[in-house]
DNA sequence: CTGTTAGCGCGTTCAC
DNA sequence: GTGAACGCGCTAACAG
């Protein structure tokens, strides 16, 4: 028998493990109150009125009370925490947009939990239903394809849903997001405008990570539209880092040496290939022009500046938690899918 | 009166808000067994008979059954769930401490709930106060200093907590990270091996940021053993960035001509400085060597290549994860300090 | 291996 | 403005 022996433990109850924690009954107690009070007094405080709420205090303090969130969101069927499910956490750009979320549910006292996919829709699935099973106050989740299960408990679930990152039609409720087909469309428009002809695409993830996928057909679209040979592309599967991004660049010199400019799916991959130019003495945009996407701020101190394509992350992450929060906070949510937008940013590289 | 018309609904039952989920006595009922066996099927499966162990997984398949954890959580004094909390989201090292963490846990069922204090010890303690709340299996946080009310919860809270980042005695439970002070001195001992004498140190956020002070003061203890002016310091308050890091080196070369070599608090500013150099011609390191701190992959890809002290932040935040594990899963918990290291990756900028 | 009973700690509901 | 009773959905404890 391992029956707690804290002094003020009421007989017969049951204690887990010894651990004494101060409960809602403590504090009433130690204030001469009824538990509800507390409650309230924590809750709503002006539904209390001073005198009591004062005691109160004093008791929460003394007693160092915290209330147990498990148990009130049992009890109130649900918790103030929002899971933010995401593909990967290695890759920058989903933590930029994590970090606005965050900044903006913690703000309003919500929690946020992470969970990441892999790019892989049944780990997404089953984060899902795991997460939902804690009664989130609503979801933030990544793109807008999922497994049948996920959009129809979503759509049943009846608590705002945000779908980050992509933007489109049938989306289960609310969505930010960028459109990326014009986002691929739009550099490669300008370096058609700029003169280049013999252009290569390079990437990476490209068969799992489906966005990136429809930002090389944006690409591909505008060069055959404008007659040119629009099936250079150069792929990896590996992650974007620097390193790939050299890699590609030293791969595409070689297999096309004709090739006059560079789009690559993201600053990283162009970040590591203009270094490398630098290192080989290649002049850019002389020898060859590069382009890339995301607007990281390393792209401006790099020489020559990158000519990118720049996208709000930290902001689309505030904009999908300020969705999520109109929602739980009764105002009309005005809109239902919001556009982030995208930039071009001309600098030196094209 | 919106009582929900679900039409298996106990008479009398309370539901909120129309939502009927799916619980463990509905799947009970279905497969013709008790509640707790369902539970027990879900939980501890090799405690239940394969015959109903089958019963119930059809049933919990076609009623969609999704446990609620918070009601488990209740039920069972805590949850699957472990806080990490961070200074900052917008740093890149919490960020991949963060994905090792996230990484190890999930693989092992637990979530991660993400806080962040922006380097403030009231809004820790309050995030801790909070977090506790929600009976959590563990808890993660940042460094060795904490508020007393902090440290005291923590204590006699009875479950595992690691103190990352930092290495240090007297910590709550369990430490995992890297001897700051022994980061600065092994940089500021190499530039003196290579024979500067002229050393100034250039940072941000030191007057928060305590971790960043310490390895400001290893620095400046090597050098005055050294017998050479120590004392050169230039920093700025906001957070580190490429672009602080150019405006650091510009202002250090203004002020102090004569300098020989520049000991960045991090990789980031050192890139900054790197990359203006690149643009203005000056050489690295024949005008003026230049020194880092984290091994980001990007010091490597630069001309010259960063000369950085490297810490394995990724490994840091499995290592934290792994240590909460083993408590967790009741293995003896061998090491409760485990220094992480660092490694000098000398290359070509000093 | 399976079931019964009794809460976990709180907020909702309804009465005062 | 305050309180009593009840139950949220699940699992620990104990018995069979």
Request: proline letters at 6%; glycine letters at 0%; hydrophobic letters at 35%.
């Given at each position: 028998m391992t029956i707690a022996t804290e002094k003020s433990d009421t007989p017969g109850r049951r204690r887990h493990r010894g651990e004494h924690r101060v409960t809602i009954e403590d504090v009433a107690r130690q204030a001469g109150v009824a538990p509800i009070t507390v409650s309230r007094a924590l809750n709503t405080p002006d539904k209390v009125s001073l005198k009591f709420r004062k005691r109160i205090d004093l008791a929460v303090e003394t007693l160092g009370y915290v209330p147990n969130l498990i148990a009130g969101g049992l009890a109130s069927a649900g918790i103030r925490m929002i899971p933010v499910i995401v593909p990967?956490?290695?890759?920058l750009t989903y933590i930029e947009v994590i970090h606005g979320i965050q900044q903006t549910l913690e703000a309003s006292g919500y929690q946020v939990l992470l969970g990441s996919t892999d790019f892989n829709l049944e780990r997404e699935t089953a984060l899902v239903d795991s997460v939902l099973g804690y009664s989130p106050s609503g979801v933030i989740l990544t793109g807008?394809?999922?497994?049948d299960r996920t959009i129809r408990r979503l759509q049943s679930w009846g608590r705002p849903v945000v779908e980050m990152m992509e933007l489109g039609e049938g989306g289960i409720d609310m969505n930010v997001g960028v459109d990326n087909t014009q986002v691929g469309a739009t550099m490669a428009r300008h370096l058609l405008e700029r003169g280049y002809r013999r252009i290569a695409y390079l990437g990476t993830g490209m068969t799992h990570d489906y966005r990136a996928m429809q930002r090389y057909e944006g690409h591909h679209q505008i060069l055959r539209e404008a007659g040119?040979?629009?099936?250079r592309l150069f792929q990896h599967d590996e992650p974007s880092s620097y390193d790939i991004g050299r890699q590609l660049f030293l791969e595409a010199r070689e297999a096309?040496?004709?090739?006059?400019?560079l789009h690559f799916a993201n600053d990283n991959l162009a970040a590591g290939a203009i270094l490398e130019a630098n290192r080989r003495g290649i002049r850019v945009p002389e020898d060859i022009a590069i382009g890339g996407y995301l607007g990281l701020s390393l792209s401006e101190h790099l020489t020559p500046r990158l000519t990118t394509v720049a996208v709000p992350r930290f902001e689309m992450g505030v904009a999908a938690a300020r969705l999520l929060l109109m929602r739980l906070e009764e105002q009309a949510s005005i809109a239902t899918q919001l556009d982030i937008g995208h930039q071009l940013m001309v600098r030196e590289s094209t």
């Open positions: 990967s956490l290695s890759i807008l394809k999922h497994s040119v040979e629009s099936e096309c040496p004709e090739l006059e400019a």
